[in-house]
C-alpha cells in the first residue's frame, strides 16, 4: 500500500470507530486483500491502545487506594491520644490563664499547620501511568522538577494536579498549591468521581491555614472531622480543638 | 464528595459500563475486595507485591469482560474476581516455573469451576503481550494514540495535553504513530496469530 492508501485507511478506520459507515471502505477491503491485513493490524493496535490505557487507569486507582491506606493506618494510633490532649487543653485554660494568654498570642493557623503537616507520600508501585515525570520528580522530592514536569505533562489529570499542589505547598507557594488542589475537586465534582477528592480536601486545608487563611480552612476542617469514613478523619481529630478554636477567632 | 461510592453488585455492573463512573468504580473493588484476595495470593507463596500485580491484572479483565457484556452474574463478583486471581497467580506460578508452588497451585486449582474462567486468562495474556508491543513505542507516542484512542480526545483537545503546534501536526504525528504500530505489530506475527480471536 502506498503511504497514502495507509493514511486513507487510518481515516477510514477511525471514522469506522465512531460508527461513520464508509462505502468506498467496504470497496477498499473487497479488493485489496494487502487493505485487509493492514485493516486486520488496525483493530489490533487500538485493542492493544484501550487495554494499556485501561491497565494504567486501574494502575492509578490502585496507587489512590495505597496512599489512602497509607494515611489511614498511623493515625489509628494517634487517635488514641487525642481525648488527652483536648482534655489536657481545656484543664490548662481553667487552671493556667496565664498560659492560655500565652497560647493565645503564640498560636495562629499557620503554627497550627506547622505543627500538624505531614507530607504527602506519593506510591512507587508498577503500572507507568501519564503523570510519570510528575510523579517520579515528586518521589525523589523535586519539588520544582514536579512543577516542571507538571507544565509538559501531556495530562493534567488529577494525580498530577494534585502532586503539583503538593510540591507548590512543599515551596510555600501557598495561593499556586490552593489553586491546584481546588482544581481536584472541582474536576472530580464535574466528573461525579472521587479520585484524590480526599488528600486534596485535607491538603486544601493545610494550604489555607499555612496562608494563614483560617477561614477558608475551617469549613473543610469541620467537614473532614464531622466524617468518619473520611481518609484524613483520624489526623485531623488529632489536631488539639483550642488550637484551632484560637486560629478560628483569632 | 468525601464519603466513598458504595455499590451493590448490580450497580457496581452498571458503574464500570458508565465511563464517568469507572474511577469510582475501580476505587471502590479495591476497597472491597483487594485485601480478601490479596490475603489469598500471599496464602500460595505470592509477596505482597505479587499480590497486588495480580490484583491489579484481575481488576483490568474484570472490566474487560464487564464492559463486553460477557459477565452473567452467575457468582457474586467477589467469587468472580478472585477465581480470577487465583489462576492469574496459578499462571503466574507456572510462567516463573518454581516447582514448588506449581505442584500446589495446580492441586488446589482443580476445585474451581474454571470453563470461562480460562478464557479469560488466555486472552488477557494475549492483552499483556501487546502491551509489552506498544512499550516499544517511544513515549510521545503513547502519549498520542492513549489520549486519541483511549482517552477519545479530539486533535484540538490533544494539542491542550501536548506541545505540537497545530491540530494539524497532531494529526501527521498521530498517523506516524499509528503507522510505527502497525509496523511493530506486522513484524511480530505470533502476536497477530494469538490475537486473531480478540480482533474479531
Known sequence: ??????????????????????????????????????????????????????????????????????????????????????????????????????????????????????????GTQRGTGMADDVRQAYQEKNWAGVIEAFKHAAVHNNENLFLTGMANLELKRYAEAAVLFQQVIDNNAKAHDTLFEEDAEYYLAMTQLAANHAKEAMPLIDRIKADPHHAYHDQVKKIPSIDLWIARHK | MSVAVKYTDAELIAAIKDERQLNSAILFIYKKYAESTSAFIMSYGGSRQDAEDVFQDTVVAFINIVTKGSYRMEASIKTFLVSVAKNIWFNEVKRRERADFREKAYEAGREVKEQDISQVISEMEQKRALRDLIHTLGESCRKILLLFYYENLSMKEILGHLPYENEQVVRNKKYKCLQQLTGIIKSSPSIVTQMKEIAK
Request: glycine share 6%.
Open chain 1, 1 to 122: 500500500m502506498s503511504p497514502n492508501q495507509e493514511t486513507s485507511l487510518i481515516d477510514h478506520f477511525d471514522n469506522h470507530l465512531k460508527g461513520i459507515a464508509s462505502p468506498e471502505l467496504e470497496q477498499l477491503l473487497a479488493q485489496d486483500p494487502e487493505a485487509v491485513q493492514e485493516w486486520a493490524r488496525l483493530q489490533l493496535a487500538v485493542e492493544g491502545i484501550k487495554e494499556l490505557g485501561l491497565y494504567e487507569q486501574v494502575g492509578a486507582v490502585r496507587r489512590t487506594w495505597q496512599q489512602q491506606q497509607e494515611t489511614a493506618t498511623p493515625s489509628i494510633v494517634r487517635r488514641l491520644s487525642h481525648g488527652y490532649f483536648r482534655a489536657a487543653a481545656v484543664i490548662a485554660i481553667v487552671a493556667f490563664s496565664g498560659i492560655a494568654v500565652y497560647k493565645y498570642t503564640t498560636t495562629s493557623a499557620a503554627g497550627v499547620y506547622a505543627e500538624n503537616y505531614i507530607s504527602f507520600q506519593s
